[in-house]
């Protein structure tokens, strides 16, 4: 498959397919960043429940935070694919069509809003107890220790985790590009696979290496730029 990767045919199929990519390159950079806004938008006050109704939480509720635990646990069992396929009447009946790029962003937010959830979970709980209790001491309320404490705190573990849900989404719109959602994933099988214009499949994976490298290295510094703690 790969023996003839730098023969002239392989170059000129490359060239006679490259004027497609910058489309490719753009429907996934516009699912991801819209599937990772109404994760967030889903996921983070999931995330801010279970936090809050732990034992040990400001609004302690045992049987709702096993039931918002339950739920997002399913969630995260599933493997994208299955997910995809399996909700496929849901998302024709939310947004019209079950393919393309609306088809991929319903099953990309179902997927990611439990992972996120438990993410946020996780953030918040780094925030120092002490911080919390002086708030509770001070008079505050549950709202306004959520949105003044636990939040603010925890910007910079929250913001490393957005990186990871990103790169993860990213991952899962290949996946979805593959039957039929567009993006890298739909050219790197039409193209690099189906047509065997392999070295476009190699064109593919390369950009997105590019584009995890770049995620990373943003949010890493962002996090580390907002951290208290190493002022």
Same mark, same amino acid.
């Given at each position: 498959?790969?023996?003839?990767?730098?023969?002239?045919?392989?170059?000129?199929?490359?060239?006679?397919?490259?004027?497609?990519?910058?489309?490719?390159?753009?429907? @996934?950079?516009?699912?991801?960043?819209? +599937? @990772?806004? /109404?994760?967030?938008? /889903?996921? /983070?006050?999931?995330?801010?429940?279970?936090?809050?109704?732990?034992?040990?939480?400001?609004?302690?509720?045992?049987?709702?935070?096993?039931?918002?635990?339950?739920? !997002?646990? $399913?969630?995260?069992?599933?493997?994208? #694919?299955?997910?995809?396929?399996?909700?496929?009447?849901?998302?024709?009946?939310?947004?019209?069509?079950?393919?393309?790029?609306?088809?991929? #962003?319903?099953?990309?937010?179902? +997927?990611?809003?439990?992972?996120?959830?438990?993410?946020?979970?996780?953030?918040?709980?780094? =925030?120092?107890?002490? =911080?919390?209790?002086?708030?509770?001491?001070?008079?505050?309320?549950?709202?306004?220790?959520?949105?003044?404490?636990?939040?603010?705190?925890?910007?910079?573990?929250? #913001?490393?985790?957005?990186?990871?849900? !990103? #790169?993860?989404?990213?991952?899962?719109?290949?996946?979805?590009?593959?039957?039929?959602?567009?993006?890298?994933?739909?050219?790197?099988?039409?193209?690099?696979?189906?047509?065997?214009?392999? +070295?476009?499949?190699?064109?593919?994976?390369?950009?997105?290496?590019?584009?995890?490298? $770049?995620?990373?290295?943003?949010?890493?510094?962002?996090? @580390?730029?907002?951290?208290?703690?190493?002022?």
């Amino acid at each position: 498959m790969y023996s003839n990767l730098f023969s002239a045919q392989s170059v000129q199929d490359l060239m006679s397919v490259l004027p497609s990519l910058p489309f490719a390159i753009w429907e @996934t950079f516009y699912v991801t960043v819209v +599937s @990772t806004a /109404l994760s967030l938008v /889903l996921g /983070l006050p999931l995330g801010v429940l279970l936090s809050i109704t732990q034992p040990h939480g400001i609004w302690p509720h045992k049987w709702l935070n096993r039931i918002l635990g339950w739920i !997002i646990n $399913v969630g995260r069992s599933l493997p994208f #694919i299955i997910l995809m396929i399996a909700i496929m009447p849901f998302t024709k009946a939310l947004v019209g069509t079950k393919i393309g790029v609306p088809g991929a #962003i319903v099953p990309l937010v179902v +997927s990611a809003a439990p992972f996120i959830a438990r993410m946020v979970e996780t953030s918040l709980a780094e =925030v120092d107890a002490g =911080v919390v209790e002086a708030a509770q001491s001070m008079g505050a309320s549950n709202l306004q220790i959520v949105w003044k404490v636990y939040l603010p705190e925890a910007v910079p573990s929250l #913001i490393l985790g957005a990186s990871i849900s !990103i #790169i993860t989404l990213l991952g899962y719109t290949a996946i979805a590009g593959a039957v039929g959602a567009g993006g890298l994933g739909d050219l790197a099988v039409r193209y690099g696979y189906q047509r065997r214009v392999t +070295s476009m499949m190699v064109v593919t994976v390369i950009f997105i290496i590019i584009l995890v490298q $770049v995620i990373q290295s943003v949010f890493s510094w962002l996090s @580390t730029k907002l951290d208290k703690r190493l002022r």
